[in-house]
Every structure is written in C-alpha cells, then in structure tokens.
C-alpha cells in the first residue's frame, strides 16, 4: 500500500510542479513526511534526488516548445540551485528532524501569506 501511496504522492507533485512551476516539494515532503512517515531529513533528500530528471527535462521542454522558458534567467537560477542546494543539505544537517519539519512549515505558511495577500 505504501509503494501505492507513494506514486500518487509522485503524480500528484508533478501535476503541481507542472501546473504553477514549482519543484513539488510542497506536495513530496509533506506527502512523504505524513503519508509514507519518513524522517524530516530523508523525506528532503528523497525528495531532491526524485527531482533531478523529470520535473526537470520533462516539464522544462514542454514549456520550452511553447517559448515560455527564458534560458539565460533559467541558467542563471540554475547555478543557484546548484550551489544553494549543497549549502542547504549541509545546513539541513545540522538540525534536528523536528526542527527542520518545522522550519519548512513555516516556509510554506509565509509563502502562503504572500500569495493570499497579494
């Protein structure tokens, strides 16, 4: 049951990810975290490793073939991500499970703030 949950915790991130842009991790570790009970700490690096392909290729392409992708911005991000994302595993070492889970609650509540109120 859980493998099952797990794949539609993998199809609904990417409709997500697909539909507003963003990497599915709001729907992957929460979903990982709540459904399937991992740890805070490997339900982000399960979730990272799950994004490197195809939210990536897939989705980027399909966006690109529309001529909605601005490439020099989307590299620049990228060295971003690259770099950021290191520092960020290292960080995310460094803090228990409980306050890492709720770090990343806050960070969706402020999200959801700024775009409720704006």
């Known amino acids: 049951m859980t493998w099952l949950l797990v794949a539609v915790i993998g199809l ?3 409709v997500v990810a697909g539909l507003f842009g963003v ?3 709001i729907v992957i570790i929460p979903g990982l975290v709540l459904v399937a009970k991992l740890p805070q700490h490997t ?4 979730s990272l490793a799950a994004l490197l392909l195809p939210v990536g290729l897939l989705g980027a392409m399909e966006y ?3 001529g909605q992708v601005n490439v020099p911005y989307a590299a620049i991000i990228a060295a971003g991500l690259f770099f950021g994302a290191l520092l960020g595993a290292k ?3 460094t803090l228990s499970d409980a306050a890492l ?3 990343f609650g806050v960070f969706l ?3 959801a703030v ?3 109120v704006r």
Not at 43 to 46: H, K
């Open 101 to 103: 889970r709720r770090a």
């Open 91 to 93: 960080l995310a070492g």
């Open 64 to 66: 690109y073939r529309r």
């Open 43 to 46: 339900a982000s690096g399960t």
């Open 23 to 25: 990497g599915g991790a």
């Open 114 to 116: 700024r775009l409720l």
């Open 109 to 111: 509540l402020i999200v």
């Open 12 to 14: 609904v991130a990417g």
